[in-house]
Nanobody
Framework: QVQLVESGGGLVQAGGSLRLSCAAS????????IGWYRQAPGKQRELVAR???????NYADSVKDRFTISRDNAKSTVWLQMNSLKPEDTAIYYC????????WGQGTQVTVSS
């Protein structure tokens, strides 16, 4: 069973950058695809980036060319580098094993001011 803890959120001005971290525990981490989701107030949770165990990445159109997902299996960590942030990126960000099952973690709040 892989357990994940998100960190790295904060308040940033539009155009700024943040790097989110997703620290995992569990022996099967390297074989798991991991996704970053976000949920803004009043909106559904959406998948913004995913990375396979082998490092193949996919992005939502809304973040393509601005966000980069990466992983280091030796450190059991996945990162989400977010550049050129926009106010509409404001949300709670969650990481999860894919496909997601069970409960969500606490997430990390990202707030982008205009």
């Amino acid at each position: 069973q892989v357990q994940l803890v998100e960190s790295g959120g904060g308040l940033v001005q539009a155009g700024g950058s943040l790097r989110l971290s997703c620290a995992a525990s569990g022996s099967t981490f390297s074989s798991n695809a991991i996704g970053w989701y976000r949920q803004a107030p009043g909106k559904q949770r959406e998948l913004v980036a995913r990375i396979s165990g082998g490092g193949t990445t996919n992005y939502a159109d809304s973040v393509k060319d601005r966000f980069t997902i990466s992983r280091d299996n030796a450190k059991s960590t996945v990162w989400l580098q977010m550049n050129s942030l926009k106010p509409e990126d404001t949300a709670i960000y969650y990481c999860t094993r894919l496909p997601h099952s069970g409960s969500w973690g606490q997430g990390t709040q990202v707030t982008v001011s205009s």
